[in-house]
């Protein structure tokens, strides 16, 4: 029987700004996982999209002075430009506003709401608008809003809830059973911390008179559906649930729910909660990575210290940035973004290292052997030492650890410019004798950035591509069995493209613009 497509999810972005930096390395994240699931052979949904209901969504649209749907609808291309520009292959893009993910969240509620999961009862409590969240009085903090320290307003009003408290219990066990359930550890940890206090039942509507804006909730017309329910359940409607039961059998459950710290609690808490009273399975893996900062804030719309993906692309190129983002930080961790540092790992790892070494190759090919691959002995070709690059990075992959595989990867080519310095070409050039070892010591290059490039395809597509390209190599691989890439790529006579600089020398002026 074929194994399950690999299924993982992002966030679904708000659409009250353009996507920044942050929404950029969520996607890169799934986008390196989704093609490496994809080179393994197996089949991928990958899934984004943007949720468009809501507070603040309504809000952002009044100020233009347009409805909230013809604002989503303006907004929402921001996102799919911006997934073009990074090259991001997903599958679907869903949006909170698509009839099928409105007809979902009505069909789970009433279903939830037959079945006794759901009440209604008068409500009071203090309102943050820009976090959209309930607080009860013993949670504020200074009367002000616990996250972000903003005033709150008071207000009661009658809604329905989700009985959210009951699984307690349950999901207590269920995360502390499941040692993959939420990673890394120190969520998993932080999670398990905030549910040894009581957990309450889920409000999850808003009165239709304060929040026109959002799913109608099936069984009342004063009410309309609590975004965050609304969103969450857009894992399970995309792929079907309540509408198309044997695709929703095909891809459910998700592999990879990847969010940001800042909504684990809902993806941890809130959603599994939810999926237990539906009845679904859970999903596999909730990863919860950490922010990017600058000068030791997040960046974040709401505190305008934007960094925008779109220039930085222009500026170093859209896999500079792809690199940048995935080996700087440890999926988990927080990471400083400086723009300095971004161009300084430009210069000396991809252009100094990785460029560098295919300009001295072909240079080198060009000049003794007219631009082709040399005969060679079979000892050029270094087995043991691909099959060991080889696991580090397929080991590094299926810990979701791109940082480590792509650590392994430049510490090869590292070795290799030292090789070259050590088996001096130039000198071995001047030596008829030493033709053979000439030739070795180059086709074994040649090989070794054949296979660094193959490894790079779920990393760094685009330069994987290319230098593929110029080696004249297939670059749509699937690798099923290791003995497919544990074998020469290349034979003498092939020729090579030797191609501009695949890491151009940055232009100071335009940096320090
Ligand atoms: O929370 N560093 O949407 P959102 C790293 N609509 N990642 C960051 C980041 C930063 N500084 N800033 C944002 C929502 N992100 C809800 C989600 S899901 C059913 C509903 C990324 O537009 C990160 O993935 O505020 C974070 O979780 C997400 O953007 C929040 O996006």
């Known amino acids: 029987m074929p194994s399950k497509p690999f299924y993982i999810t992002t966030p679904l972005y708000y659409v009250n700004a353009k996507p ?14 989704a093609r490496y699931h994809r080179f393994r052979g197996e089949e991928v949904f990958f899934l984004t999209g943007t949720d468009e209901h809501g507070t603040k969504i309504e809000k952002a649209a009044r100020e ?77 903090v200074e009367g002000k809003c616990p996250d972000c320290k903003r005033d709150v307003q008071e207000l009661s009003e009658d809604n329905y809830f989700f009985k959210m ?44 008179s304060r929040l026109a804006w959002g799913i109608d909730y099936p069984t009342s017309k004063e009410h309309i559906v609590y975004v965050w329910f609304d969103a969450l359940i857009n894992y ?61 804030a997040k960046v974040s719309k709401s505190r305008g210290n934007i960094v925008d993906p779109v220039e930085l692309c222009k500026k170093y190129s859209v896999d500079a940035f792809r690199y940048f983002l995935l080996h700087e930080v440890t999926v988990g961790l927080d990471g400083a ?15 100094n290292d990785l460029g560098n070494l295919w300009f001295r190759l072909v240079s080198m090919l060009d000049k003794y052997f007219g631009g082709k691959i040399p005969d060679h002995s079979a000892k050029a070709f270094p087995k043991e030492s691909i099959q060991d690059l080889l696991k580090k990075v397929t080991d590094a992959m299926s810990q979701y650890d791109p940082r480590t595989a792509l650590t392994a990867i430049f510490e090869v080519v590292t070795l290799l410019n030292q090789k070259i310095e050590e088996k001096k070409p130039w000198v071995l050039a001047k030596d008829a004798s ?43 691989w699937i690798l099923k069995k290791e003995n497919e890439f544990l074998t020469p790529f290349l034979k003498p006579g092939m020729t090579m493209e030797r191609g501009s600089a695949l890491f151009p020398r940055l232009d100071e002026e335009k940096i320090a613009s």
């Open 337 to 351: 973004f400086s723009e300095d540092l971004l161009a300084e790992r430009y210069t000396t790892d991809l252009a």
């Open 236 to 296: 399970v409607s995309a792929v079907g649930y309540t509408t198309e039961d044997k695709r929703f059998k095909t891809y459910w459950p998700a592999d990879v729910h990847m969010v940001g710290k800042d909504i684990l609690r809902q993806h941890a808490v809130y959603w599994p909660c939810m999926l237990k009273a539906c009845g679904i399975e859970m999903p596999k893996t909730v990863i919860a990575h950490g922010w990017w900062t600058m000068s030791g």
């Open 20 to 33: 920044h930096i942050g929404h950029a390395y969520t996607n890169i994240l799934c986008d390196t996982f």
């Open 64 to 140: 233009q002075n347009k409805e909230p749907r013809q604002y989503a609808d303006e907004m929402a291309p921001h996102f799919k430009d911006l997934w073009k520009l990074l090259g991001i292959e997903y599958d679907y893009f869903i949006r909170t506003t698509d009839e099928g993910h409105k007809k979902a969240v009505g069909n789970i509620l009433r279903d939830l709401e037959a079945r006794g999961e759901i009440y209604k009862a008068s409500y009071k409590g203090w309102y943050c608008t820009p976090c959209e969240s309930f607080w009860t009085k013993l949670q504020l």
């Open 434 to 476: 030493k033709k053979g070892e000439l030739g070795d010591t180059l086709a074994f290059l040649a090989e070794w950035i054949a296979h660094i490039a193959v490894l790079l395809l779920f990393l760094t597509p685009v330069t994987a591509k290319e230098i593929l390209k110029r080696l004249g190599l297939k670059s749509d």
């Open 165 to 208: 408290s009951k699984y307690q219990k349950w999901l207590i066990d269920y995360i502390k059973s499941h040692p993959d359930f939420i990673k890394p550890e120190i969520r998993k940890n932080e999670i398990l911390g905030f549910l040894r206090e009581p957990l309450e039942d889920l409000c999850i509507t808003r009165p239709r």
